[in-house]
């Protein structure tokens, strides 16, 4: 990742300085040189020395230029050749001293260190916040408080930065670099409280300040004492600088692999943007629930409803890593379930019914909730596969209980919920009869309260049992099928959606497009439920997207 970090203190006698900078040099392109021949040995070990003695020519001839400074505006010896570290993958050496190496950027650096401590502040003068331009970058800065028993109001105040060029990428990164940023001022801030405490406990200072007489020709002196104490000795860490520039390292390497750009074929599926706008959403979520005080066990509870939903919308693929027996794909289902059962809890599905799969065998119920939701777009998924009591319809379409679980009757009774019982074969053991012959060990009993028909339609689920029925197509073909239907739908949910959400067409105006969109006919009213519950899985990007347009075409006739 083309950026820096750097840690910033505002000095009582200086003002804003940069203490840490840690930047990434990626190697350059190969030369003919290096091309025609081997490389001589311990060229590398000397070129990390010249590298170093560079480091320390610039930095001494910046701090000439700048003056002497305390020692709180001082990390490292004006001698010390700095840290260096080198990812063997990439090639990528990680360099950190008190200044950039560059004077381009130890300028863009000095005017973030300064804007991070005096202006572009959030309220309460900790936390994160985001500011910048073209010409001099943009920043992510996180300001935070050191406990100093000597110092004015007995803190010193402290900003991380993070200096790129790229405001699209630091601001995707925002969740990311506050979560872990958080973790590094926690650290230094818990071990500085420590140090505290016990220059505290030894001589008390604000009983020592309230008893000393005031004196404005003193008082200059007493700041100039108190105002150069570092960080290391806040902290009492013997080894902080070398901590921050391993720690520092590791977020630039690790932030710059964290996104990766995809070669696309077309257009981005609702499915993409809505996977996109979820790992946003739960990046997001986790950032906030970890930085809120007191929010213990519900942090914890909310941050296991997150894992819940990341792990539900795994790929296929993870069928192979769930424990015993387990469906393998909807045919399998269809197979073990019979047709009419299928069918029936397929139609279910699709409708946006509760479907609830109470058992003894989460890795079982799990795969065939796994198998289930490849009927529908990822934004209609929602799915809790395992839970010792009953959650509502609102909060997931797709439940797994245990087999002491009691439904309420007010869920029995409904007609837009499904119950499938699993019951264990009593005498049958895995190891006689197979993982796969889940017949033989189970009984699958479905429930319902709903009187409508389910042999009619929709017309998705027909065409899909004639492909499941055919058994010429494999299972990677009936999948490539089912995906071409539900992209299918889903242009037919995005012409319907914007016919009558968007444009407020009438009921007749309505009648006539579901007519041309092929819907009318038999198994009319299924196919109508179906686009209307697919209509609430589309992405808000696509939702915003037509809002915008409809607006901007609002505005244009009285322009």
């Not at 079982?364 to 009927?375: D, G, R, Y």
Request: net charge neutral.
């Amino acid at each position: 990742m083309n950026a820096l970090v750097a840690l910033c203190h505002f000095c009582e006698l200086h003002g804003p300085r940069t203490l840490f900078c840690t930047e990434a040099l990626h190697p350059p392109s190969p030369s003919p040189s290096s091309q025609a021949g081997p490389s001589v040995p311990g060229e590398r070990d000397r070129d990390g020395d010249r590298e170093g003695e560079g480091l320390t020519m610039r930095a001494n001839s910046s701090a000439t230029q700048r003056g002497e400074m305390c020692e709180g505006c001082r990390s490292l010896p004006a001698s010390h050749p700095g840290f260096v570290s080198i990812d063997d993958e990439t090639g990528i050496r990680f360099l950190s001293h008190q200044h950039p190496r560059q004077p381009q950027l130890f300028s863009v650096v000095r005017q973030a260190c300064v804007r991070s401590l005096s202006c572009e502040v959030c309220p309460g003068r900790e936390g994160p916040i985001f500011f910048g331009d073209e010409q001099h970058g943009f920043v992510f800065s996180h300001t935070f408080f050191i406990k100093d028993s000597l110092a004015r109001g007995f803190q010193r105040w402290y900003s991380i930065v993070m200096v790129a060029m790229d405001r699209i990428y630091l601001i995707n990164s925002w969740p990311f670099l506050l979560r872990h940023l958080r973790l590094t001022i926690q650290s230094l801030q818990s071990t500085a409280l420590k140090v505290f405490d016990n220059e505290q406990g030894v001589c008390p200072q604000r009983a020592v300040r309230m008893n000393s007489v005031f004196s404005p020709a003193v008082f200059p002196h007493q700041r100039s004492g108190n105002a150069a104490r570092s960080l290391t000795s806040l902290t009492q860490h013997p080894n902080l600088w070398a901590s921050l520039h391993s720690s520092f390292s590791w977020l630039l390497k690790a932030c710059g692999s964290r996104l990766t750009e995809k070669l696309l074929e077309g257009a981005p599926t609702e499915d993409t943007l809505v996977l996109i706008e979820r790992q946003t959403e739960q990046e997001e979520e986790m950032s906030c629930w970890e930085g809120a005080e007191g929010g213990g066990s519900k942090s914890q509870r909310h941050q296991s409803e997150i894992e819940r939903a990341r792990d539900f919308l795994c790929d296929e693929a993870k069928l192979d890593d769930l424990p015993g027996p387990k469906f393998r794909s909807l045919r399998h289902l269809r197979q073990v379930l019979g047709a009419a059962e299928f069918r029936q809890l397929a139609w279910h599905v699709l409708m946006g019914n509760q479907v609830i799969l109470r058992g003894a065998d989460p890795g079982l119920i799990q795969s065939a909730f796994t198998v289930l939701k490849s009927l529908l777009p990822v934004g209609c998924v929602r799915s809790v596969p395992h839970s010792a009591q009953y959650e509502e319809a609102y909060k997931c379409n797709f439940l797994g209980l245990s087999p002491d679980v009691a439904i309420p009757t007010h869920v029995s009774s409904s007609e837009f919920s499904v119950l499938v019982d699993i019951t264990s074969e009593r005498g049958c053991q895995i190891s006689a009869v197979g993982e796969d012959n889940i017949s033989s060990l189970y009984q699958f009993t479905i429930s319902s309260a709903n009187t409508q028909p389910t042999d009619r339609g929709p017309s998705l689920l027909n065409k899909l049992e004639v492909a499941l029925s055919n058994e010429n197509l494999s299972v990677d073909v009936v999948s490539h099928c089912l995906l071409c239907l539900k992209e299918e739908w889903m242009n037919k949910v995005k012409v319907l959606f914007k016919f009558s959400k968007v444009d407020g067409r009438g009921r007749e105006d309505t009648q006539k497009v579901l007519a041309l969109l092929g819907t009318t006919g038999p198994g009319e009213e299924d196919n109508v439920r179906l686009l209307k519950f697919w209509m609430t899985g589309l992405s808000k990007t696509y939702k915003s997207h037509l809002m915008t347009a409809v607006r901007g075409g609002e505005r244009s006739p009285s322009q």
